[in-house]
């Protein structure tokens, strides 16, 4: 198991920039992905961005250029810095871990609790 803490979300004005953590409780498995989702109000949970073990990312069109993941791997912990923020970013945002253990040749996933990111106009 993985608990997942994150932490740094809140309420900024548009323009403005937040960086989020999350923290998870132990080493992850060599094979992992570690990244963020959001969910808007009223709307489904949809990809941010992700980051892998040798740091290759992937974004959501969308968030390309504002948006930036990045890993601390002797910290177990995940960053999404978020820039020139829109109001159309609020949204709770999730932290996702995935691991793949080869001794059981499975796939676990965890999420993080959410965190609130609001954006004024």
């Known amino acids: 198991q993985v608990q997942l803490v994150e932490s740094g979300g809140g309420s900024v004005q548009a323009g403005g920039s937040l960086r989020l953590s999350c923290a998870a409780s132990r080493t992850l498995f060599s094979i992992n992905l570690m990244g963020w989702y959001r969910q808007p109000p009223g709307k489904q949970r949809e990809l941010v961005a992700t980051?892998?073990?040798?740091?290759?990312?992937n974004y959501a069109d969308s968030l390309k250029g504002r948006f930036t993941v990045s890993r601390d791997d002797a910290k177990n912990t995940v960053y999404l810095q978020m820039n020139s923020l829109k109001p159309e970013d609020t949204a709770v945002y999730y932290c996702k871990v995935s691991e793949y253990v080869s001794s059981s040749k499975e796939v676990y996933e965890y999420w993080g609790q959410g965190t609130q990111v609001t954006v004024s106009s």
């Open positions: 980051i892998n073990r040798g740091g290759d990312t």
